[in-house]
């Protein structure tokens, strides 16, 4: 696909050898052109130049950290604009989510952030929005080699299924988008991460910052030229966002967990629609995708606790 085409195009140059913002009729009336309204869901573990814990939070490198996401969310942003994008909405989804600099982003883009957001990763997605960004993401706790690889909490979730593919964070995410009929066209990360999202979104432009050698390790592009590559390609996402439906997840979904103990199974059918399979393992399915997506999330809030005891 056109994001690995340009990762190996610059593997080979020298450093290798929210609900009150304005309408969008509104925003059209205002502007006399079309808009492209984006929404920008941004993690940090597929930024170029990560590959350990201490990067992405606590006391050691998060300030480099938090940096280098900056600079990539800000690429992206730049590229959207480039391309006619008129307004920009981040969601922090990394953490306590509060990992940006409001004041440095681009774009005069608005900022949600907080650790307590009903809809986690995707909150403030609606279906006003002409496409999804999905910007720094990592693969599932399930791929073969992704770095800091794992799917929304390593202390609970062991392997997640949806419909039948190996699913993760940005699968999980695009249900809220298929729900509101928003096209999700960017995603960044490494190999894995673009793989993995490639058969929910069909056509999304992946940009390939990093290749990983093993969870804790990976070959990273020069920040510079991640982020070139990053304005890029969400240039090109929203010249083609009109062109993409929505999320290509067929209902009913049928949601398949393993959790790390068969304890954790059994306090997820304490939700209702949560069927255990197997002492380890949990269903969740269901017409409405958002329905699905929350009794996710859910599942992952109230296992957590568990997850710490271990």
């Given at each position: 696909?056109?994001?690995?085409?340009?990762?190996v195009?610059a593997w080979?140059?020298?450093?290798l050898?929210?609900?009150?913002?304005?309408r969008?009729g509104?925003?059209?009336?205002?502007?006399?052109?079309?808009?492209?309204?984006?929404?920008?869901?941004?993690?940090?573990?597929?930024?170029?130049?990560?590959?350990d814990?201490?990067?992405?939070?606590g006391?050691?490198?998060?300030?480099?950290?938090?940096?280098?996401?900056?600079?990539?969310?800000?690429?992206?942003i730049?590229?959207a604009?480039?391309?006619?994008?008129?307004?920009?909405?981040?969601?922090?989804?990394?953490g306590?989510?509060h990992n940006?600099?409001?004041?440095?982003?681009?774009?005069?883009?608005s900022?949600i952030?907080g650790?307590h957001?009903?809809?986690?990763?995707?909150?403030?997605?609606?279906?006003?929005?002409?496409?999804?960004?999905?910007?720094?993401?990592?693969?599932?706790?399930?791929?073969?080699?992704a770095?800091?690889?794992?799917?929304?909490?390593?202390?609970?979730?062991?392997?997640?299924?949806?419909?039948?593919?190996?699913?993760?964070?940005?699968?999980?995410?695009?249900?809220?988008?298929?729900h509101?009929?928003?096209?999700?066209?960017?995603i960044?990360?490494?190999?894995?991460?673009?793989?993995?999202?490639?058969?929910?979104?069909?056509?999304?432009?992946g940009?390939?910052?990093?290749?990983?050698?093993?969870?804790?390790?990976?070959?990273?592009?020069?920040?510079?030229?991640?982020?070139?590559?990053?304005?890029?390609?969400?240039?090109?996402?929203?010249?083609?966002?009109?062109?993409?439906?929505?999320?290509a997840?067929?209902?009913?979904?049928?949601?398949?967990?393993?959790?790390?103990t068969?304890?954790?199974?059994?306090?997820?059918?304490?939700?209702?629609?949560?069927q255990?399979?197997?002492?380890?393992?949990?269903?969740i399915?269901?017409?409405?995708?958002?329905?699905?997506?929350r009794?996710?999330?859910?599942?992952?809030?109230?296992?957590?606790g568990?997850?710490?005891?271990?």
């Amino acid at each position: 696909m056109q994001g690995k085409r340009a990762f190996v195009r610059a593997w080979r140059l020298p450093i290798l050898a929210p609900s009150n913002l304005p309408r969008k009729g509104d925003l059209r009336k205002r502007h006399n052109r079309p808009v492209v309204k984006i929404f920008l869901s941004s993690d940090i573990e597929g930024t170029a130049g990560i590959v350990d814990w201490s990067q992405v939070g606590g006391p050691g490198d998060y300030e480099m950290g938090r940096r280098l996401l900056q600079s990539e969310v800000n690429a992206a942003i730049d590229g959207a604009m480039a391309a006619g994008a008129t307004e920009v909405v981040v969601n922090d989804s990394h953490g306590a989510m509060h990992n940006l600099l409001p004041a440095e982003l681009h774009g005069r883009a608005s900022y949600i952030s907080g650790r307590h957001k009903p809809l986690y990763m995707m909150e403030g997605l609606d279906a006003t929005f002409d496409a999804a960004f999905f910007v720094a993401y990592h693969g599932s706790i399930s791929a073969e080699r992704a770095v800091l690889s794992h799917t929304y909490n390593p202390s609970a979730v062991y392997h997640v299924q949806l419909n039948g593919h190996v699913a993760g964070e940005s699968a999980l995410n695009a249900l809220v988008a298929l729900h509101h009929g928003v096209p999700v066209v960017l995603i960044t990360g490494d190999e894995a991460t673009v793989e993995e999202a490639e058969p929910f979104m069909p056509g999304i432009e992946g940009v390939v910052v990093k290749r990983s050698i093993t969870r804790h390790a990976a070959h990273s592009l020069h920040p510079e030229t991640a982020r070139e590559l990053i304005r890029e390609g969400a240039g090109r996402a929203v010249g083609r966002a009109a062109a993409l439906g929505p999320p290509a997840i067929d209902l009913p979904a049928r949601l398949e967990m393993d959790l790390l103990t068969a304890d954790m199974a059994e306090m997820a059918t304490w939700i209702g629609g949560v069927q255990r399979t197997a002492p380890r393992s949990v269903l969740i399915g269901g017409d409405d995708p958002l329905d699905v997506y929350r009794r996710f999330v859910t599942v992952v809030a109230l296992t957590r606790g568990l997850g710490e005891l271990r």
